[in-house]
């Protein structure tokens, strides 16, 4: 039995590179506009923000707990336990951390922007918008793409200093390291080229993770099934570029020496 491989039609996906560029600057040329929505923006930093930070807090303090943890007994038979906490904070800044928050990111506020805005486009609610005069585009994108690149290095951040916490408590299960001692081993070996790029690359996370969104909410077709297909694409697109963009940051820094 042979197994049948789907064929990918290359000129709708070079299509939807192309609706993807004009999308992204329609958002560029609309982002430079005066009459900014504010209020909209502000309650999608809230929406993004502060309803994705009990989720992220909890990943994050997980996965430091669980790296420490997993790292131990590998570092004990070399006999370097010690580095234990240099490594574990090294590893979470540089990469884990930044990743992880980015995934979560666009697994749920993807998948929430291409579900609202596909129901919205296929209820007709966008195209009421615009016979209203409201600029839907501006209203609905602009606030949600710009919310997203501000509120994933914020999520970011706040995840690298629980997942840190984390790693603390994963080191002192097995072992008794005093509070000042771990933190003085972790920033000891930070540097300040550990964390830049892991900050600058997250404002790109979140910018992907919001055009992707928006793009398949606005742009949804094919009534309630294209909601859900425009939901489900969006996760899979985002966290697809979140790779892709964090492979091109890991190649930049290590270009330009920072690793």
Known sequence: MKLKIPNIDKNQFLNEIGDIARFTARFFREVSKPK??????????????????????????????VLTIQSRPTLVEFGAESYLPSMVSVS??????PVITALICAGKIGSGMGAEL??????????A???????PF????????????????????????????GGYLGVNIRGQVSWHLYWFQVFGVLDFSDMLPSLIKTFFFGFAIGIIGTYKGYNST??????????????????????????????????????
């Open 118 to 127: 596909g129901s919205m486009r296929v209820t007709e609610q966008i195209d």
């Open 138 to 165: 501006k209203y609905l994108v602009v606030t949600r793409v710009m919310a997203a690149t501000l509120m994933v290095p914020v999520l970011s951040s706040l995840a690298n200093a629980i997942s840190l916490y």
């Open 92 to 97: 979470l800044i540089r990469e884990i951390a």
């Open 36 to 65: 900014q929505e504010y209020h909209e923006f502000v309650n999608q930093c809230y929406w993004i923000g502060y309803k994705t930070l009990t989720l992220v807090g909890v990943t994050a303090f997980i996965m430091g707990l």
């Open 129 to 135: 918008m615009e016979v209203s005069g409201t600029n």
């Open 222 to 259: 094919k009534g309630t099934e294209g909601v859900g297909r425009s939901a489900t694409t969006a996760v899979i697109v985002a966290s697809l570029l979140v790779f892709i963009i964090d492979l091109i940051a890991v190649q930049i820094t290590d270009i330009l020496g920072l690793t």
